[in-house]
């Protein structure tokens, strides 16, 4: 949203009236403010594509806010008026759900602790109910509530989080929020690494510029918005932005095809002891999986997408995930995306009658990564809200997935897919015995 609007601000001067206040949540995010203040909210974009990168300068930060200690100060910003629209990206663990039912979960520790002082909210979902009673209260306008975070429906899974935790306060304040509130679907299509030392050394070197929070990214970037607003909005078609009447084919393609195929390839590829998706992708093997996942599974579980070449798409992915500049990490991956990137599809192709054979080695690889080493006996870092849970059923279970597949909280029902299950123990087992090179040479045909 920052590169959006700062070229919205490069083209018209009354884009100039609009702002973004940066806030964080967690304790990772007091560094972004203290990197940040000094540079007065000035960071360097970096976009590479192969050997090609330029950079530039964004300037449409106006404030970075600190809220891991106190929410006080960043709900103060938000009972202002001219606060319009706010914007969440803190991925499917931040809501505080139901994994299985992405319901507003009340017994998550988050939630519990906003309902016991809720004008001193710990949520993201907990700060958004409050702010907008403080609006109600005040007479004011409500603003909008913007998901940008990878998860199907994100705008309905963020309204139904705030409208159960507002009724679990105040009937009236649901009903005000439910009037006057608005929370538009979204989908966000860049692939953007965290920033490592060594990238901040290297623009120093490279562009004489002192930075100590740049944003390295690709240079493909997609963002398909639902125009549905409370308050206004700044006019982001101008540079680029897609706004439409149906966020959910372009999401839905989105999540299947990109993030279900990077959760795919990055468990599989640590598994073989990759640290980087471009190296996963060096490896013909990994890019012909990559193509047959999307080919035969998860590409037919899609409906048409406006003005969208899937077939393109899908190479364009390839050919992504295989940019060396990127550097992102298979950990990165393995540990951000939600393993319903690969349940969903999974339940979809199922429904349909499908094949899903692809789609249970991703998640066998899954598993099998929960045991904590690589197949070079390298040690994986599990980090996860049910990492003890799952590291426990994982040891329970070895080659047999049935102990983490009885967590219903993650797989839902695939349990009783007996389908499904046949090709995961069979999946599970290769990977055990024979190692994940061995089992993907399995899968495409060679052994």
């Known amino acids: 949203m920052a590169r959006y609007t700062h070229a919205l601000m490069e083209r018209r001067a009354d884009a100039l009236d609009w702002g973004i206040v940066g806030a964080g949540l967690l304790p990772a995010d007091r560094r972004v403010r203290d990197c940040l203040l000094p540079q007065d909210g000035l960071y360097t ?73 809720p004008a001193r909210p710990r949520s993201a979902v907990g700060v958004i109910v409050e702010a907008y009673r403080r609006r109600m209260e005040a007479g004011g306008r409500a603003f909008t509530a913007m998901s940008c975070d990878n998860i199907q429906g994100n705008g309905g899974v963020l309204r139904a989080a705030v409208l159960s935790l507002a009724g679990m306060r105040d009937a009236r304040l649901a009903g005000w929020i439910e009037e006057h509130g608005a929370f538009p679907e979204t989908m966000v299509d860049r692939i953007t690494p965290a920033t490592r030392p060594d990238q901040v050394a290297q623009l120093e070197r490279d562009y004489g510029l002192r930075d100590r929070w740049p944003v390295f990214s690709e240079r493909f970037t997609q963002w398909v918005i ?111 995306a939600p393993v319903n990137l690969l349940v969903m599809p999974i339940e979809a192709s199922l429904a349909a009658g499908g094949e899903v054979e692809l789609l249970a080695l991703a998640l066998a690889a899954w598993m099998r990564r929960l045991r904590g080493r690589d197949d070079r006996g390298e040690a994986i870092e599990i980090r996860h809200p049910l990492a003890a849970l799952l590291q426990e059923r994982a040891a329970e279970g070895g080659a047999d997935p049935g102990p983490l597949l009885s967590v219903e909280s993650l797989f839902g029902g695939l349990r009783h897919e007996a389908r499904f299950v046949e090709a995961l123990r069979r999946w599970m087992a290769s990977l055990h015995e024979a190692g994940a090179s061995a089992t993907l040479d399995r899968a495409l045909g060679g052994g």
């Not at 200690?69 to 009972?79: F, N, S, V």
């Open 45 to 117: 974009l970096v976009e590479r594509d192969g050997v090609e990168e330029t950079a530039g300068v964004i300037g449409s930060l106006a404030e970075v806010v600190y809220a891991g200690d106190t929410t006080e100060g960043l709900l103060a910003r938000m009972e202002d008026p001219a606060i319009r629209l706010v914007s969440l990206t803190v991925s499917e663990n931040g809501y505080g759900l139901n994994p299985a039912t992405r319901a507003l979960d009340p017994e998550h520790p988050m939630i519990r602790a906003d309902l016991a002082a």
């Open 226 to 336: 639902e125009d549905r607003f409370a308050a206004g909005r700044p006019e982001w078609e101008e540079v680029g932005a897609q706004f439409v009447p149906d966020v959910a084919p372009y999401e839905i393609m989105k999540l299947r095809l990109l993030n279900g195929s990077h959760l795919a390839i990055a468990a599989l590829g640590r598994l073989m002891g990759h640290r980087f998706v471009h190296e996963v992708m060096a490896d013909d093997r990994m890019r012909a999986y990559m193509a047959a996942l999307m080919d035969r599974e998860t590409g037919p579980t899609l409906a048409p997408v406006p003005g969208v070449d899937l077939g393109a798409y899908k190479r364009d992915l390839v050919a992504r995930f295989a940019n060396p500049a990127i550097e992102d990490t298979v950990e990165r991956i393995n540990t951000d």
